[in-house]
């Protein structure tokens, strides 16, 4: 199998990569992940497509181009995948339904998330956001740049899929694997006659993804928990390969999920000795500030230390779920403390 290392957007191609699977390399202006790789699945109704791509006229443009040097018409696009919601997937999603007529589907988690960002007005999502930044502690002047920003939401879904649910292609094999934690509904897609996985976000060959709690201080879900269980799941599928949605495709998930777990599992140990050394009980803002991300954390714009901020709160809410520290209530603001040993 073809492995293309990362190299700038500039320098990618779209690829026949055998078996009617292709792929189409669609820029996201101004991130430095540079493009999410657009996968097409060859069917008797017409090409289906996992993922979409951003909503920009330049990835529009990139897509369309990029699927007819393959010999495919976006106009012959029977469905998109989603395998989430987030706009560097489901972006262009919408735009190729309007140009198709193809149906889109995606987690039934992820898409009553997409029906809350349609009903959710522009006011509550601000307040929902400042609260969420106050209770966390974090500083006034993060919370006005981070509340400033909304993102639109990406198109409704026509269809909804569920953990083991066959996608709707004509004479293949490609099955739903929820696989939650970066998102509640994001799901890997499993070409079971092809022994591949589109594994969207969830299991990448170099960096790894964001998993963040939102609200921060929810005490009701684990999505970290859920992400490492997620990663168990991917590995008890057998050595298959990778066709991740950045960067580049690469053999044997299984052995890369290992190692996303194992990184996982050292930061939480490494949390949990530094919460156990603190006497005081942190807030979710000064635990984000102590952890080692990859610029310091004064360096951070507000949106990135919000982002790290519900990665912080993921961990903490990992290791309470594990009896391994306790959150403090009383007050306005949460904070947690390590469990008396
Ligand atoms: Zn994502
Ligand atoms: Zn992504």
Redesign the pocket.
């Known amino acids: 199998m073809k492995t293309t290392r990362r190299r700038p957007y500039a320098e990618q191609r779209p690829q026949d990569l055998g078996g009617g699977v292709w792929s189409v390399p669609v820029p996201i202006p101004g991130n430095p992940l540079g493009y999410t790789l657009v996968y097409a699945v060859d069917s008797p109704k017409g090409p289906l497509l996992v993922d979409a791509g951003w909503n920009h006229p330049d990835a529009w443009q990139a897509l369309t181009q990029g699927l007819s040097t393959l010999g495919l018409d976006v106009s012959a696009v029977s469905g998109v995948v989603v395998t ?1 919601f ?1 706009p ?2 489901a972006g262009l999603a919408g735009q190729v339904r309007q140009e198709s007529g193809a149906w889109i589907a995606m987690h039934e988690a992820d898409a009553a998330l997409v029906r809350l960002m349609h009903n959710l007005a522009d006011s509550d999502h601000r307040d929902f956001q400042a609260d969420m930044l106050k209770r966390a502690g974090a500083e006034e002047s993060d919370v006005q740049v981070v509340t400033a920003a909304r993102p639109e939401p990406p198109a409704l879904p026509d269809r909804e899929l569920r953990d083991g649910d066959l996608v709707d292609l004509p004479g293949r094999k490609l099955r739903a694997v929820h696989t939650p934690g ?2 509640p509904g994001h799901i890997c897609l499993h070409l079971e006659d092809a022994d591949r996985l589109f594994t969207g ?1 969830h299991v990448l060959p170099d960096i790894t ?1 964001h998993v963040g709690i939102y609200p921060y201080d929810r005490n009701d879900v684990d999505p970290l928990g859920d992400f490492l269980d997620s990663l168990d799941r991917v590995g008890e599928l057998g050595t298959l390969d990778a066709l991740p949605a950045h960067e580049w495709i690469f053999p044997d998930v299984a052995a890369r999920a290992a190692e996303i777990r194992h990184h996982h599992e050292d930061k939480l140990q490494g949390l949990g000795a530094l919460m156990a050394e603190r006497a005081e009980p942190l807030t979710i803002w000064e635990t984000a500030a102590m952890m080692t991300w990859n610029r310091p954390w004064d360096d951070l714009s507000p949106m990135l230390r919000g982002m790290a901020a519900g990665e912080a709160a993921a961990h903490l809410r990992t290791l309470e779920a594990r009896g391994v520290i306790r959150r403090v209530s009383g007050g306005d603001v949460t904070r947690f403390q390590a469990l008396e040993s």
């Open positions: 989430h987030h560097d997937h970066h998102t976000d993804p």
